[in-house]
């Protein structure tokens, strides 16, 4: 893809606020289990970076999504993993379907404050029983009059201690699994809503949580869309949020890679430099050349994402493929730091633990490779009954 002078500018933005704005105050944040996600949004916001494909009429930038793709590229260089996972969920997992199939009443009461960075949204649709199963979903809102009434629970909710709403997917009626959910905007205040956090090994400035709805009621114009098109919504979502976390996982490869070559040409063994050794030097190229290869893979779905494409195959693609190079990159750079990559302050054992879960959360691995051996046809055929 060609890159114009506006993409490189606002790549520039972005790059000065992470490492001004954000990367002195990670440790106390990770220290601490979670981020400012308001004042940090709000930042955020101000600078337009929350809203860069969205419509201005709801205080977006109007640009085509190859720009967010940028924003989501240079996140990768905060120091920890948590904040550009919180921010992606705010551009492009919770937001995506509101702003292209919610009422105006719902964009301007949801979508332009979360643009803003006035409102912390979620997304809601991983549960106990079923994370990348989305059809498994038994959360239940059953109409009363003109409301919902929620009742079930959400499971690793990104953002779910500090958010104001959340983009619920949840049954709304009876039948197939794949035409009977829908989306449906909760504010995170209403009654009946609990919240638990969750700890991880990784991510830790990052609120996760498990959130508990009991008999919460909701007007019935907060459905985005219309009934039981929440599951087909949620799908066209994924391809934005599957492209992010492909995007986002580039730049944390470049710079492990980055800080490995760094600390080989420091550390001495044996008389001469780590990087002198033809099997590290030569793993670093082939790691690089991995890198760039994704990099080409993901900006390709991208180019095709903003003229229209259904890019389903390509973006499941390129998140299975950053995901596990990124698993593969933190892994063989570790080794090459000795024993101070196997301790906890070291830069590069903050990314293994951090990006573990590139391979798990959007849709695990296998989720990909089902999608993309269903799109190319390679599925066994059921017999029939």
Known sequence: MQFTPEHLQLADTVKRFILNEV???VQAWEDAGIFPAHQLFKQMGDLGLLGVKYDPA??????????AMVVAEQLGHCAVGGIPLAVGVQTDMCTPALARFGSEALKHEYLAPTIAGDMVGCIG???PGGGSDVAAVKTWARQEGDDYVINGSKMWITNGMQADWICLLANTSEGKVHENKSLIVVPMDAKGIERQM?????MNCSDTAQIFFDNVRVPRRNLIGFEGAGFMMQMVQFQEERLCC?????MVMDTVIDKTIAYCRERHTFGQPLIHNQVIHFRLAELRTEVEATRALTWRAVEEYIHGADVTRLASMAKL???RLLREVADSCLQYWGGMGYTWDNPISQIYRDNRIVSIGGGADEIMLGIICKLEGTLPRRAKA
């Not at 709801?58 to 720009?67: A, E, P, R, T, W």
């Not at 969750?198 to 990784?202: D, L, N, V």
């Open 321 to 323: 493929k950053a995901g």
């Open 23 to 25: 990367n002195p105050q």
């Open 198 to 202: 969750i700890r991880k090994i990784g």
């Open 246 to 250: 492909a995007a986002q996982a580039l």
């Open 125 to 127: 649709v991983s549960e």
């Open 58 to 67: 709801y205080g977006g930038m109007g640009l085509d999504f190859s720009y």
